[in-house]
């Protein structure tokens, strides 16, 4: 079976969304992300990726996947009937892969995960001053459209999803935003992403981490 090293809200919860959309099942370990240990058991997560980082997904030939945009995309691509992303071929397999770079290194990498990280203002003011211009990119995007890939939800979605939701813990009001706060709204009414937040929310009662 499939298992997904997870941090509750961390980015691995785009892989869970995925995971749930796809209909696949998996075994879930939670990691404390600060501590590097695998609560379940407490081994050492730096065992299981030396990266020390979320999502680590394990194959069924026990391989580990790390990087979210290539854990999205397998995860996609086990069930393609689910249509969560483009074949590959189809010019929209790389308008996928762009918006993952785009979430992963604009969105996470110079916003999200500084802002939890780091406390101190001089670490804190370049990402602040660049969200604005960073978030004008998805919105204007979804100006009139209902997905960021294409007419249907794709992994692309799962991860901006993510992103998403964790601006207001970092203290950033996604109502300047109209198409990105109702584009957010109509990702959560979604039965495998409702349930993904639920029970990363519940795990994540059990445990103190930092999301990003
Ligand atoms: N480039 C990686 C970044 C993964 C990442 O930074 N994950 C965060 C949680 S959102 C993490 O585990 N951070 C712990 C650390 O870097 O020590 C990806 O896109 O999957």
């Not at 691995?12 to 995971?19: F, V």
């Not at 081994?43 to 790390?66: I, M």
Request: with cysteine; hydrophobic share 45%.
């Amino acid at each position: 079976m499939l298992q997904l090293y997870f941090s509750p809200m961390a980015c691995s919860l785009a892989s869970r969304i995925a995971l749930m959309e796809a209909g696949l099942d998996a075994r879930y370990h939670p990691v404390h992300l600060q501590t590097k240990q695998v609560v379940d058991d407490g081994r050492d997560f730096l065992g299981v990726s030396p990266k020390g980082a979320v999502p680590v997904l394990v194959l069924e030939n026990g391989e580990r996947l790390t990087e979210s945009a290539a854990v999205l995309q397998y995860i996609a691509d086990l069930k393609p009937q689910a249509g969560l992303a483009p074949a590959f071929g189809d010019p929209d397999r790389y308008r996928l892969q762009e918006w993952l770079s785009f979430i992963g290194a604009e969105i996470h990498k110079a916003f999200l995960f500084p802002t939890f990280w780091y406390k101190d203002d001089a670490s804190l003011a370049k990402p602040r001053a660049r969200i604005t211009q960073t978030l004008s990119v998805p919105s204007a995007h979804l100006e009139g459209r209902e997905f960021l890939v294409g007419n249907s939800f794709t992994v692309a979605d799962a991860h901006l999803t993510w992103a998403l939701l964790l601006l207001r813990p970092a203290g950033v009001d996604i109502a300047q935003w109209p198409s990105l706060s109702t584009y957010l709204a109509r990702m959560q009414a979604r039965p495998a992403v409702r349930d993904a937040i639920a029970t990363e929310m519940a795990v994540r009662k059990t445990m103190t981490a930092s999301p990003a």
